[in-house]
């Protein structure tokens, strides 16, 4: 039995702690939450005990954690964990300072520990397959990438203050997703934005809305688009154009029954948000982490994966403050 620990019993938090309970050879031994009934609860419905940090690092048993906990731990987690030579699966983003960041990819591999960062979008079924066929040569040489990721509606506020700005906070995804997609590193980024939903989120520093374009080092062209508000649900879609075709990836949705009458055609709207869209994918990811651990297979999405994401972030974050077009 491998014992691990997880950290944070918040949102996500719950759901790798029912994905990472079902892994076989897998116990949830420890759950540590800084909110003690959310830590209660949710060692209680796996099984496992409340602990506190300093019981996790120094219980040479524990040989893997997984870190759901708030963005401002991951760091303070990941260089404790390094230390203590324990596998680690860590939520994005690294932390939202990329010097920091660096710091804890250096103090990973100083410690040779295995470091994954939960972008699950790579193991979502739709998406795997359609990089898969672009591996495969489907589509000839990939040429452009236009990405939609939209929220069904944004957090409160007073989370965008302590979120790091949204090209930290939500278009990370959406950055790991261009490099996977493209196996490319980006050359020059363009990132522009608006408030359009809630002046709130301006008022916090804050964009809603944004537009960025990417040309890459080979210099194929990628475009982001997103926005806190879809009044349609999650959407979640990509397209690749090649040399020879074009690869789209849908939105899901809860069922896929059609309607047809005299009005118009309808069917129903995508997943609701993220919990629901990547359901799949967070299972995987779980699976993936474990496999790699059991069978000393490399990672797909590594600490080197978040900085990189990170500094894609970093990037758009200083293009859209001072309006300009930055070099990587
Ligand atoms: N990959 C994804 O799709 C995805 C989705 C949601 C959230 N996330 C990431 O997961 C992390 C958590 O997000 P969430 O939505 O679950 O937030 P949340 O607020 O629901 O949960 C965070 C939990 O961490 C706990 N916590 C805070 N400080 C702690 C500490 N020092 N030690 C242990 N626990 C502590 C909080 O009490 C809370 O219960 C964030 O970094 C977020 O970016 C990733």
Redesign the pocket.
């Known amino acids: 039995m491998t014992d691990v620990a997880l950290?944070?019993?918040?949102?996500?938090?719950?759901i790798h702690a029912g994905n990472l309970a079902a892994q076989p050879g897998v116990k949830l031994k420890y759950v540590?939450?800084?909110?003690a009934a959310?830590?209660t609860e949710l060692a209680a419905r796996h099984g496992a005990q409340v602990a506190r940090?300093d019981q996790v690092f120094d219980d040479a048993a524990v040989k893997a954690v997984v870190?759901?906990?708030?963005?401002?731990?991951?760091a303070?987690?990941i260089g404790r964990a390094a230390a203590a030579k324990k596998a680690i699966f860590c939520?994005?983003?690294v932390d939202l300072s990329l010097a920091r960041a660096r710091e804890c990819a250096q103090a990973v591999a100083k410690a040779g520990v295995t470091c994954m960062i939960?972008?699950?979008?790579r193991y979502d079924p739709t998406f795997a397959a359609l990089q898969a066929r672009l591996a495969a040569g489907e589509i000839g040489e990939p040429e452009m990438l236009v990405i939609t990721s939209r929220d069904p509606g944004a957090p409160p506020v007073e989370?965008i203050k302590v979120?790091g700005g949204i090209f930290k906070?939500m278009l990370i995804?959406d950055f790991d997703i261009f490099r996977w997609i493209l196996a490319d590193e980006a050359a020059t980024v363009y990132a522009t934005g608006s408030c359009l939903t809630d002046p709130a989120i301006s008022a916090a520093g804050d964009v809603d809305s944004t537009a960025v374009t990417i040309r890459t080092k080979k210099g194929r062209l990628a475009l982001i688009n997103t926005s806190r508000r879809a009044a349609y649900g999650y959407d979640q879609r990509f397209e690749v154009l090649g040399s020879t075709g074009m690869l789209q990836a849908a939105n899901h949705k809860p069922t896929e029954v059609t309607a047809a009458t005299g009005r118009g055609v309808s069917t129903d709207t995508p997943e609701h948000f993220?919990?629901e869209r990547?359901r799949v994918a967070?299972a995987s990811e779980m699976a993936h982490f474990f496999e790699a651990l059991a069978k000393g297979t490399p990672i797909k999405t590594t600490i080197e994966d978040g900085v990189k994401a990170l500094e894609l972030a970093e990037a758009a974050t200083i293009s859209w403050r001072e309006k300009r077009i930055v070099e990587l």
């Open positions: 950290f944070g019993a918040g949102r996500i938090g719950k540590v939450d800084v909110n959310a830590a940090a870190i759901g906990s708030s963005t401002d731990t991951h303070d987690l939520e994005k983003p939960g972008f699950q979008r989370y979120s906070d995804h993220f919990l990547y967070y």
